[in-house]
């Protein structure tokens, strides 16, 4: 959720179509000055970017192997899912 929340206040700007109409009819939109391939590159990278934030917030989440409590003979587990 913390890494959701991050890339969703980052402020860098959206890239949109050069007609959306996604603001205020007085706001003025420029052409972008990137190619539509560079538009995808750094769309890409900055998923990459969250992905891997998201990666390490999940990884300092998970417990510890070795601390982790020992299952006993006698627990019944889960059925294995086919």
Not at 5 to 34: E, I, W, Y
Not at 64 to 75: D, F, I, K, S
């Amino acid at each position: 959720m913390n890494a959701f929340s991050t890339a969703l206040a980052h402020d860098a700007p959206l890239r949109r179509a050069l007609f959306d109409r996604t603001a205020h009819h007085s706001a003025v939109q420029k052409p972008s000055p990137l190619t539509p391939e560079r538009v995808v590159e750094a769309h890409t990278a900055r998923l990459d970017t969250v992905r891997a934030q998201a990666r390490a917030a999940r990884r300092q989440q998970q417990p510890n192997p070795t601390t982790a409590t020992p299952v006993r003979a006698g627990t019944p587990r889960p059925a294995a899912r086919r």
